[in-house]
């Protein structure tokens, strides 16, 4: 399993020159920025997470804080729940914040919602494939591809 955390970082240097900035959201009202093991993840994945740090607890923010960071890709995956409520929770902040639709990364198609209580709500071996899904959504269907149904299942992720 080690040697396939190792082969993602691997896979997705190779896809840039530099690395996409993400935000990883684990609750949607109020927002909450994923935090734990989640920035190790993202790091794995090949992405820059300035919204915490290795071992930092989840953390509320302000709407303004994620306007301010306007990522390239953002990263829905609310703690302890399915796909489908990920999904609704993207869709409820698209119709009711203004703001959110402005977004970079909304308006580029690049706002994905994920499985939170699979892949992202406690520590296991599931935990790779969740940063499988991740480099996925990050680095797009040439990553998935390479890393295949396995290590990124494409039922994870609506985006």
Same mark, same amino acid.
């Given at each position: 399993?080690?040697?396939?955390?190792?082969?993602?970082?691997?896979? $997705?240097?190779?896809? $840039?020159?530099?690395?996409?900035?993400?935000?990883?959201?684990?609750?949607?009202?109020?927002?909450?920025?994923?935090?734990?093991?989640?920035?190790?993840?993202?790091? %794995?994945?090949?992405?820059?997470?300035?919204?915490?740090?290795?071992?930092?607890?989840?953390?509320?923010?302000?709407?303004?804080?994620?306007?301010?960071?306007?990522?390239?890709?953002?990263? %829905?995956?609310?703690?302890?729940?399915?796909?489908?409520?990920?999904?609704?929770? $993207?869709?409820?902040?698209?119709?009711?914040?203004?703001?959110?639709?402005?977004?970079?990364?909304?308006?580029?198609?690049?706002?994905?919602?994920?499985?939170?209580?699979?892949?992202?709500?406690?520590?296991?071996?599931?935990?790779?494939?969740?940063?499988?899904?991740?480099?996925?959504?990050?680095?797009?269907?040439?990553?998935?591809?390479?890393?295949?149904?396995?290590?990124?299942?494409?039922?994870?992720?609506?985006?």
């Amino acid at each position: 399993m080690q040697s396939a955390f190792d082969w993602i970082p691997k896979v $997705t240097g190779d896809m $840039t020159s530099s690395k996409p900035r993400v935000a990883f959201l684990e609750w949607h009202d109020p927002l909450f920025a994923g935090g734990h093991w989640i920035p190790d993840m993202l790091e %794995i994945a090949g992405c820059s997470y300035e919204m915490g740090s290795s071992s930092d607890r989840s953390k509320a923010m302000k709407d303004e804080e994620l306007g301010q960071l306007d990522p390239d890709v953002i990263l %829905i995956g609310p703690c302890g729940f399915s796909l489908d409520r990920a999904f609704n929770d $993207t869709l409820d902040l698209y119709e009711k914040k203004a703001w959110f639709k402005e977004m970079r990364a909304v308006k580029e198609g690049r706002a994905f919602a994920l499985d939170g209580n699979s892949y992202y709500a406690r520590p296991g071996p599931r935990l790779l494939q969740g940063c499988g899904i991740m480099a996925a959504c990050i680095h797009g269907d040439q990553v998935a591809e390479i890393l295949g149904e396995e290590l990124a299942p494409s039922g994870g992720i609506v985006g």
